[in-house]
């Protein structure tokens, strides 16, 4: 059973660098989304991908901030310039084509710390 | 806005006490609401969706039901390894993401 599969997991990073992760998605899931958590709260949207075009950004997701999914199949999501702030999860998600009732399955997550 | 409020922050139980979670939303148009399950350090575990008012569903120990204003996951007779963080989540408002509540956590003592 292949789930969404996110990489890394964990990674430390100093403030200023860049960090990028990557997400595959369920197979033929056209609906690919990326949120962050960060401790005692609850997942935040920050966008989503119809195939390869991005159709929605959440005002969360500031300049310093920009996601691909060349192809339509894997995303990544590039921070630039990283600040202690950004320290969270990142969750990617995926779900089949359809309205937004559909059920959408969640990675393990990609746990960022700015020192 | 969507707006999702969940109650308690945190419940601490015995094994086997029967309690219910409970899940108030604000939404324009519900198109599902959903109930993840998650463990530390790991991503939300999808565990139900409901879509309409007065629909229930059933997993194991786990049930949720589904009003106009409210949902409810009852955890009947539970165990140390239902110990988690439940989070509820709505999709509607002509949004495509999901707006979360903070969650509840819940910690099951043998």
């Known amino acids: 059973d292949t789930g969404v599969s996110q990489d890394p997991r964990h990674k430390i990073t100093k403030r200023g660098q860049n960090v990028t992760f990557r997400c595959d998605p369920i197979?033929?899931?056209?609906?690919l989304y990326w949120y962050r958590q960060t401790l005692g709260q609850g997942p935040e949207f920050l966008t989503y991908f119809q195939n390869e075009a991005q159709l929605e950004k959440s005002r969360l997701l500031s300049d310093r901030f920009s996601a691909e999914r060349p192809k339509g199949s894997f995303s990544t999501l590039e921070i630039q310039r990283t600040e202690q702030g950004d320290s969270a999860m990142y969750l990617c998600?995926?779900?089949?084509?359809?309205?937004?009732?559909?059920?959408?399955?969640f990675g393990e997550g990609s746990w960022l710390t700015v020192v | 806005e969507d707006q999702v409020t969940q109650s308690p922050e945190a419940l601490r139980l015995q094994e086997g006490e029967s309690s219910s979670l409970n899940c108030s939303y604000t939404?324009?148009?519900?198109?599902?609401l959903f109930w993840y399950r998650q463990d530390p350090g790991k991503g939300p575990e999808f565990l139900f969706t409901l879509y309409s008012a007065g629909e229930e569903k059933e997993k194991e120990r786990l049930k949720a039901t589904l009003t106009k204003k409210e949902s409810f996951l009852h955890i009947t007779a539970p165990k140390p390894e239902d110990s988690a963080t439940y989070l509820c989540?709505?999709?509607?408002?002509?949004?495509?993401?999901?707006?979360f509540g903070k969650g509840t956590h819940l910690i099951i003592q043998p």
């Open positions: 197979s033929e899931h056209n609906r």
């Open positions: 998600a995926s779900t089949p084509q359809g309205d937004s009732g559909n059920t959408i399955y």
């Open positions: 989540a709505v999709a509607g408002g002509g949004a495509d993401g999901l707006t």
């Open positions: 939404v324009s148009g519900l198109r599902g």
